[in-house]
């Protein structure tokens, strides 16, 4: 990790505490600035695109520490679907702590200025998610599988965030049968694509059978 990321994640973390009272706010960043030991150039030093590059630096950091939570797990000894839901549930783990912080991000995030950017956040976590898995697609399978995921992981911390069941067993359940429906979307499209290789030999049996 470089000094610089290093000094990002400090704000970041710091602001998080004023974001649940200030929003997702410059008050908030100013404040997190002062709170990790900065002055207040640092807000902009360390931030220059300001709130949405704060935001977009959330992302990153949220996802190394849900790499780093899944490097601990043996998930060569999993199946897919259990790698895929591990992925998910580190990512809202890690983000528990900062749970009453998550309202102020999303609503931020969906601002209509702000919505590419979190179209390109979740794609990337999706994808993170993927690769941690052991995934190696390539072309439309790539995209596929991450196409799928996405309005899973994405619904899914709607559900953690609504969540108070205990340990959040109603979100890892919901997780669970998102997951196993999206798992069998493959599975269907690899028997319509060998239905459809046979139908030319079948239509050239049938016109044998006419003639």
């Known amino acids: ?19 649940v009272f200030d929003g997702w706010t410059k008050a908030a960043l100013k404040a997190g600035v002062a709170d990790a030991g900065f002055t207040a150039d640092m807000a902009l ?7 949405s590059d704060l935001a977009d630096h959330m992302a990153d950091w949220v996802d190394r520490r849900m790499l780093d939570e899944l490097a601990g797990l043996d998930v060569d000894a999993m199946r897919v679907r259990d790698r895929v839901a591990a992925g998910v549930k580190a990512r809202l783990q ?8 998550m309202p102020r991000l999303l609503a931020y995030l969906t601002l ?3 919505a590419p950017m979190a179209a390109r956040q979740a794609w990337r976590t999706v994808d993170a998610i993927w690769c941690a898995a052991g995934d190696d697609a390539a072309d439309f399978k790539y995209y596929t ?7 899973v992981y994405t619904t899914t911390v709607l559900c953690w965030l609504n969540d108070d069941s205990e340990d959040k067993a109603a979100t890892w359940d919901y997780l669970e ?5 999206v798992l069998k979307v493959p599975a269907l499209q690899a028997r319509i694509q060998k239905a459809l290789s046979s139908l030319p030999g079948r239509f050239a049996a049938f016109r044998r059978a006419r003639g």
């Open 177 to 181: 049968r998102r997951i196993a429906d």
């Open 94 to 101: 890690v983000l528990a702590p900062h749970r009453e912080a």
């Open 1 to 19: 990790m470089t000094e610089r990321t290093s000094r990002r994640d400090k704000i970041l973390l710091a602001s998080l505490h004023h974001v």
């Open 145 to 151: 599988k991450r196409t799928l995921l996405l309005p």
């Open 45 to 51: 030093r360390a931030f220059p695109g300001g709130l």
């Open 112 to 114: 209509p200025q702000n």
